[in-house]
């Protein structure tokens, strides 16, 4: 009897993997892990092993697709034998439900009947409507109406990202863009797949659900300056010398956090829930687009710490050893442009975050003393956006306030 190739759950928030590429074919003899396929999600990419030495019997579905959890994309047997059809997943839900399975996809070769060409899952029995919890309250809090939604969770159950789309004015994610004429000379077109995709999907939704409020200050840095010098000679032992401008920072905001509940904060739609633990988001420039891992309970860790745990985080996503839990649950997030030359920015939320901070460089800039004598002091730049729905104006820029405020004084902040 064939042995299905089940996708694997990848954390509790993933309800749909894209299929990268496929690095065997039908036919192709398979020991027990060896790698079938590169699937990726929006936040990491990881391998499919074969679960069984054989045959790779069938392929159900080919690259680009996007598939639900716990569904079987391919078969392993004894080769010449018989496929009649998927072994369907049958295993209990994030939301405690069993997922009822997708129909029976006919004999193929490639790819199964049970997914259209484009990737797209098959809708639910007609006259019923799937709806995960998450979309059915974010759809209720929008006033979006779930009628004509196609649904791309698993057995065309309407997920979260579907009900944004359609916030977006797209309720077709799988269509493929009508093509336009190429200008003359050469072109290079890459298609929109995988973390690309829903990184452009969300930062859509993030500007057509909320209410985006930035402001932009500057904080003294010479602190920083001197710390960070200080640090690079100072003895390797101490573990001090790879500490980051950005690290000092990222320290910074979490104790400015707890003098600020409104800020570490996720705003629901219906409710405001405001966190006791500091869970601090990050952005990582990574070649497969921008991912935000979380440092926990930043609060608690001194500054070498936190050193250490972004360096372990940002080489994860750059090396895609990322997991989907490093990259959930984070209350507020911090992005830097400051060693691209960057002064100020748009940062751009991370629903259901309430705020985050865009870091800039350090310039000088001239600054006027109590006397009345103006000096150039080098500043950084600080940029704040808020959620203006969960956050008043006053209340966000008395954080960045104090954030300016705690990276002025850094030493005091580090005796305290």
Known sequence: MAIPVILPKQGQSVETCAIVGWKK????????????????????????????DGALLAIYFEAGSQVPVLTTIAAIGKPGEKVDQPALPTAPSRHGA??????????????SAAMTATGSAVQPPRGKIAVSPRARALASASAVSLAGIRGTGPGGRIIERDVKLAMAGS??????????????GGVREMKVTGIRKLIAERML???????????????????????????????????????????????????????????????????????????LGFAVDTPRGLMVPVVRAAHTLGLRAIARETERLAAACREGRITP?????????????????????????????VGILGVGAIVARAVQGADGSVSFIPQIGLSLTINHQAVDGAPGARFLQTVAGLIARFDLLLAQ
Do not use: Y
């Open 25 to 52: 074919h039908v036919g192709d003899a398979v020991k027990s892990g060896d790698i079938l396929c590169e699937v990726e999600t929006d936040k990491a990419s990881f391998e499919i092993e074969s679960p069984a």
């Open 98 to 111: 069993i997922d009822s399975p997708p129909p029976a996809a006919a004999p193929a070769p490639t790819v």
């Open 171 to 184: 309720r077709t994610p799988s269509a493929a863009p009508t093509a336009t004429p190429a200008p003359a």
């Open 205 to 279: 939704a993030s500007l057509t659900t909320t209410a985006q409020l930035t402001m932009s200050s500057s904080a003294d840095a010479r602190s920083l300056q001197e710390f960070r010098a200080r640090f690079k000679e100072s003895p390797e032992t101490l573990g001090l010398r790879d500490v980051t401008i950005n690290d000092m920072v990222l320290f910074a905001v979490s104790r400015a956090l707890l003098q600020h509940a409104d800020m570490n904060a996720h705003f629901t739609g219906d409710a405001i829930r405001q966190f006791a633990d500091v869970h």
């Open 325 to 353: 839990d490093e990259l959930g649950g984070g209350t507020f997030t911090v992005t830097n442009l400051g060693g691209l030359g960057v002064e100020t920015f748009t940062p751009v939320l991370n629903p259901p975050q």
